[in-house]
């Protein structure tokens, strides 16, 4: 209604979000995940506990793996991973505690990118603040993934164009990163690198310039003359 459609356009978006597997992930989450959740009671029936954990194990590993593919861009994700979001959702809300340490936001980082690769900010940003509250409370709030959680946040907020709130946590990120690892790391260089996007959104032009700069430098040191890194902020700075 606030985009002033006819119904067919309706209609006919609603078609292409249902080929897309987009109109039921954006019901109420119990909707898609309690079929989801009795498959998985049905499976666990006699099994001992080590098989049911096993079981989990294997199957959040799996979906982990599909949600490191999903693209941060505009680029449309594939049909798996689309079929993969509810169970994303499933995991995330329920079964954490079965996650290594490493795969803990990724069932989160998933969500976010799958609904910000779409415009739903709103629904991204859920997932991306559970993602932060999750990680604070199973890591801590000085861990690298706390800073990872910032900068998808801050991404989310870019693309939005809130600025002030995008840059308040890029520079969180920096900060986490630069008290844990000192100035010379990639992350850092990362962090810098995504202050310089944002900086250059805004026609910040020095500001972006100096921290282009800054992450050309270290990314040669890094790195050397010829690695696709330094390439591709070479373009960044140009």
Not at 32 to 42: D, E, L, M
Not at 76 to 105: R, Y
Request: net charge negative; glycine share 6%.
């Amino acid at each position: 209604e606030s985009l002033g459609w006819d119904s067919d356009q309706v209609e006919q978006a609603r078609g292409q979000l249902l080929d897309r597997q987009l109109l039921q992930t954006m019901q109420k989450t119990d909707r898609v995940q309690s079929p989801i959740r009795q498959f998985w009671q049905q499976q666990f029936i006699g099994l001992p506990q080590t098989e049911k954990e096993q079981l989990q194990q294997a199957v959040t590993q799996s979906l982990v793996a599909i949600a490191r593919e999903i693209p941060q861009s505009d680029r449309e994700p594939s049909l798996s991973q689309a079929l993969a979001v509810p169970h994303l959702a499933e995991v995330a809300q329920n079964l954490i505690g079965v996650l290594k340490p490493e795969d803990l936001t990724w069932p989160f980082i998933g969500l976010t990118r799958f609904y910000a690769n779409y415009g739903l900010y709103e629904l991204a940003e859920h997932w991306g603040r559970k993602c932060l509250a999750v990680v604070r409370l199973y890591l801590g709030v000085a861990h690298p993934d706390v800073a990872s959680c910032y900068n998808n946040l801050a991404y989310i907020y870019k693309t939005q164009g809130r600025y002030k709130e995008a840059e308040a946590l890029y520079l969180q990120a920096l900060e986490i990163r630069e008290s844990l690892f000192g100035e010379t790391h990639p992350d850092v260089a990362i962090g810098w690198n995504n202050l310089a996007a944002l900086y250059y959104a805004q026609e910040r032009y020095e500001e972006a310039e100096a921290l282009y700069l800054k992450t050309l430098e270290l990314r040669r040191t890094l790195l050397g003359d010829e690695h696709p890194e330094v390439a591709t902020t070479c373009n960044n700075l140009a």
